[in-house]
Structure formats: C-alpha cells, structure tokens
C-alpha cells in the first residue's frame, strides 16, 4: 500500500468506528424504548 | 429541548466535516517528516487521544460523586453518577482505540514500522487496558450499589497510573513522540495545522464526546426505569 492509502484510511477508519458505536446505540436504544412501548400497553 | 439536540448534533457534524476537509485537503504537507502527507494525520489522531484523557478526567469526577454519594445520597443521585462513569469509561475505550490504530499507521509512514514499543504507544495501549479492565470489572458485578460502589473505586485508583502515562511518562524518558509534543504543545505547529486542529477538530471532537455521552446516559436511564418497573 503506498503511503496516501494509508492517509486515507485514517478518517476512513476514525469515521467507521465513530458511526458504528452511534449505531450500536441507536438500535440499543430503539430496542429499549419498544420495549418500554410494550410494558406500557 | 429536541431543538438544542439537534442543533448541537448539526454543529459536531459540519465541525467534524471541516476538520476531515481539512486535515484532506486544505493542510499542506508538513516539511520535517519522512513522509511528508502523513502529518495529515496528526490532525484525527491527536483529537481522539485528547477526547480518551478527557474520558478519563470525567470519569474520575463521576467516580467522586458515586463515592461521596452510594450508600449515603439518593438512589437515583449515585446511580446517575454510575451511569456517567460507565459511558465517559467506554467512550475511553473506543477513543483509545482509535488513537492506538490511527497512531500505528503514522507511526508506519513516520519510523517504518507499525510498533516500536515507543514509551508513548505503549502508555496507550496501557490506557486502553485500563479502560477495558473496568468495563470487564463491571460486568462481573451483578448487585448495583456493590458494582458502583467497587468500579468507581477502580476508574478514580486507574486514573492515576493513566495520567502518570499520558503526562509524566513520555516526558521523562526518550520518545519518538518528542518532536511531535514540541509542535503540538509547544506552539510549533503549522498556522494551517493549529486553524484545523484547534478550530475544527477539537471543538468537533468534544461535541461528538458530549453527544455520545449523552446518548449513552439516556440507555442506561431507560434501562435503570425498565428493570425498576419490574
């Protein structure tokens, strides 16, 4: 790999990382607020 | 209320889109480096190692207030503080993570290898056990005040080994990071450099900490309430 690849897979992988932890909470969060829905009714 | 959050949600995303154009794009390559593109890189890495320190920090003042509180305070006083403890402990996990890959490939681009068991890559990766070793320890634990209780114990004895590491260790001994401190902390740094650094990245960096925070706070509430109501 040369060394711009290597530059840019930096944000790739900063980014990456980034949306798929806010994702992982997202649908924890989703999960726990139908559940809530649930118990409700 | 929803307004405020979606208004500091937009301002981190433009921010953290600025600081990527940036480092990109609008930042010239820096003279003085073996591969002179790969100081782009600084402008992501530092941020992230940044944000894990802060985690740190804020942890050990949630730790604090469990201490002060647990056993003593209302329920809901020390198990917020336990909450906010365990998210500013993951998000150091997550941002230490990024600092220890993002710093191995400048690290590859800069001394040619991806480690070199440099004092600063090694207090990272110390750092980021540290955080994984309290995540662990809380999952062992089962009875609440006990769990908060013990790991807030943890996150504020952990925090001093982590500041010794982040701040005194690669000061006191030889370090491939000696130039870079100097530039960064020591005002050496490009003017087009320290604009996106100081003026994109960090600012975006600390929204995104707070919003995760945030966000994280509010699962655990919502799972404090659900396993109340049963």
């Known amino acids: 790999m040369t060394g711009a690849m290597w530059v840019l897979l930096v944000p790739i992988i900063v980014w990456a990382g980034v949306f798929t932890y806010i994702l992982m909470l997202e649908r924890k969060l989703a999960a726990i607020e139908v559940g809530i829905g649930e118990d409700e009714e | 209320m929803r307004l405020l959050r979606w208004t500091h ?7 953290l889109a600025l600081a990527t154009w940036g480092a990109m794009v ?9 591969y002179p593109d790969g100081a782009r890189i600084i402008i992501l890495h530092v ?10 920090l804020v942890a050990a003042w949630y730790a604090v207030r469990i201490l ?4 003593r305070g209302s329920r809901q006083q020390w198990r917020r503080a336990d909450d906010g403890c365990n ?3 993951e998000l150091g996990l997550v941002f230490s993570a990024l600092t220890t890959i993002t710093g191995s490939i400048f690290s590859r681009l800069q001394w040619g290898a991806f480690w070199s068991w440099d004092p600063r890559q090694t207090s990272i990766l110390v750092i980021m056990l540290l955080f994984a ?5 809380r999952s062992a634990l089962t009875e609440p005040q ?3 209780r013990l790991s807030s114990a943890y996150a504020l004895v952990a925090v001093v080994p982590g500041l010794f590491l982040i701040w005194v260790l690669p000061r006191i001994v030889n370090t491939l990071h000696g130039g870079a401190n100097q530039a960064v902390i020591g005002g050496g740094l490009d003017p087009q450099y320290r604009l996106v650094l100081y003026a994109f990245a960090l600012p975006g960096f600390l929204g995104l900490f707070a919003w995760l925070m945030q966000l994280r706070m509010r699962i655990a509430a919502l799972e ?7």
Do not use: H, K
């Open chain 2, 9 to 15: 949600r937009a301002t981190t995303g433009i921010l």
């Open chain 2, 26 to 34: 609008y930042v010239r390559p820096a003279e003085g480096f073996l």
């Open chain 2, 47 to 56: 941020p992230c190692a940044w944000i894990a320190c802060l985690a740190y």
């Open chain 2, 68 to 71: 002060r509180s647990v056993g």
């Open chain 2, 87 to 89: 998210a500013a402990m």
């Open chain 2, 133 to 137: 070793a309290y995540l662990v320890l």
């Open chain 2, 146 to 148: 006990t769990r908060a």
């Open chain 2, 224 to 230: 404090d309430r659900t396993i109340n109501q049963r």
